[in-house]
């Protein structure tokens, strides 16, 4: 159940004990996770002792290579013990329920679950489930989010560009299916992002989109005109079978960053992309290894991000 | 037996009558309302002072999971959730696992219900065998065994043409044929409404659109077929609107909505709470202020609980994954009560929405308080205030989005026949 | 403010640096932990006109309470922009209670090499140690009352004061 009825991330003091979602948190939380990754990043002392002793479980319903490794690498970073756990989930099989597992894994004295899924709400669905100490990480939930790289995101941003109160933040491609979109959203709306765009084709934004508070734009040209932060999405090729779109070719003539269509943005605009990327898709070699690519970096403040995010939780106490 | 009900304010929603009468039963008849027979002298008196006597709620959709789904519930328990609900008459969709197409299943169904001596059952046979959309069943034969109409429950058709012929074959006979509008393709894969809450969570959606195509395409062939059609479980403000203006047209179709979609919208999903995914999908507060008011402009002919009680296992799953379905036999009566209370309608009007007009659709002799006939009633105390938990439902579902809630209203006595067959302790 | 018993911060640091001038050389390192040893270490470091530029260490990820107390809310990078391996080291702090801090920063450092000495400089010590460490430079000790605890403030002007609260730590 969940110690706090009124936001199921917290406990009743109020502090992180679960983060499924950037939704719903205030933004003091959002800025205490990344002035905390802060002192992670550059750090000469890569390994500190915070967490050990404790156990962090990857709980890998869908898998992942990239995510898993930072998280991992984050875990051992902060001399936490990392048990790795692939689960191949398919609705045909019907071996261990899903609450089954989570009570076992529960029962071996882990801290922290990360947890990637491919139904949207299942970390909540496990959060809600486990025993009230042990500590819930959405490493990204369906279409649902993915607020470690929300929050990874929103500190590159403020990395190069110090405030969110004067920015305008474009976010390109396919937001229908898109937990990072969403996260991204969340967090920038927090954080005080006056201006949010969604540039992508009508198949491929959610119904009422609007209603989480983004201007959208069809056109490309127009949607980066002055635009500070141009956040790229993966497109996934699925979306050309389910009829969504006809071809990657033209969703790249309309939709994939050129340097002709960055210098729409800001001369000093940065680009994001939470990878992997389908270059010559979504974006174009030159600008993803560009003067304005900030990617690299992104993957740097990733474990900073994610070494933040377990210190606060494995610090509070089920309240 | 002979019982005398006795102090009680009676609603007739058939007849009109809300006015305090006693009501006088006999052989399982109701023998006389008002005044007692002469001779009449009884073995048994129950005490209705303060109490509401109607007649015993008909529901139009009920899964009582035999046969095939008897881990998650039995005829038994669900038989008592039904009269502890107040229900005594009461149609189960064909989706039981083999599906209602064989005479013999029928048949079966109809036998067990009856010896267990509570609700009428009136089984509702499948359109197409096996539910699969393509072929016909044996319509005429499942009516003789018992069925009362004709449904695909949540199963799509194979196509329009399968559509056209069926109601074609069920009009030849005068059998109804009751139709959930979902267009299968545009359905596909959807969990949750397509507004707002599907888009900040995540979650695969089903437009309006979905039931508005659908619900077009059945009106236009029920006027093409001359087939009696019903519309189950309408769940947005454009599909009431639909049949509002098809009734308006004069077609002699019929709806009903889910006692759920009355009161439950989209936000009630939560955090993802698997006990809100409903089919069809709970929507928006405009879709459900629809619904409301088409209550109370007579555009909504019954409201049933769509029963369907699900086992832990398969409801506790991430909100994709879990069995879509709530129990709510129980609460029937009391949500109906608490929309009346919300609407500010008469208690009457809202009482007809679960018996002279359900009763209508199924074409039975049920739904109504009348001398000389089944005594069928239901003797609800609509103050009392009752937590919907576990240890309070007798269905083996306890699958239910107002679990740990209270609500008001709860039936003291059923009647079937003239037995009581649920007494409240 | 009346009947304040704490002595006066300026002068107890006017007094340290006087303790550490024959100690200290063109080689030493001085570490200020955070925040009032940060302070105290910036107006030694300059005082002293040391070469080595001035380390900053946060402890918060070495902390021995961090299982009762959780991660304290600002985090700072700790900072040390010289070699540790071989050199003479001294850590400064505001206040030197049970002590636990200083085993942190000691642990601290160790990971970033190995020292050849590290001493401890203090402004206060107020006694209640639960190990087994000790100021080598020191400016004054204070007797509190149970309840009570001392912090170090500094102005806008940079002037730094020590000031008494009552439900302390």
Redesign the interface.
Known sequence: MWLNPSNPQLNRAGELHHLLTLEGLPAEILRQILDTAKSFVGAKVKKVPLLRGRAVFNLFFEPSTRTRTTFEIAAKRLSADVINLAIATSSQTKGESLLDTVDNLSAMHADMFVVRHSESGAPHFIARHVAPDIHVINAGDGRHAHPTQGLLDMYTIRHYKKEFSGLRVAIVGDILHSRVARSQIHALTTLGCPEIRVIAPKTLLPAHVEQLGVHVHHDMRQGLKDVDVVMMLRLQSERMQGALLPSAEEFYKYYGLTEQKLAAAKPDAIVLHPGPMNRGVEIDSSVADGRQSVILPQVTFGIAIRMAVMSILAGTKAK | MRIHIKGGRLIDPGSGVDAPRDVYVAAGKIVAIGEAPNGYTANRVIDATGLVVCPGLVDLAARLREPGFEYMATLESEMEAAVAGGVTSLACPPDTDPPLDEPGLVAMLKFRAKNLNRAHVYPVGALTQGLKGGRLTEMAELVDAGCVAFSQADAPLADHQVLVSALQYAATFGFPVWLRPQDAALARGGVAH???V????????I?VCAETIALAAILILARHTGARVHLARLSSAEGVAMVRQAKQHGLPVTCDIGVHHAHLTEMDIG??D?NSHLVPPLRSQRDRDALRAALADGTVDAICSDHTPVDE?VK??????AEPGATALELLLPLTLKWAEEAKAPLALALAKVTSGPARVLGADAGHLTPGHPADICVFDAERYWKVEAGSLKSQGKNTPFLGLELKGKARYTLVEGQVVYEAK | MPGNPLPDAEQLLKALIEQMRPAVGPETGLIGIHTGGVWVAERLHQALALRVPLATLDVSFYRDDYESRGLRRDVKRSEIPFEVEGRDLILVDDVLYTGRTIRAALNEVFDYGRPGRVQLAALVDRGGRQLPIAAQFLGATVQLKSGQSIELERDAAGRLRLVLREGGK
Request: proline residues 14%.
């Open positions: 397509d507004g707002e599907a888009t900040r969570l995540g979650l695969a959606a437009p955090y993802f698997p296992d506790q799953l991430p909100f994709a994954q």
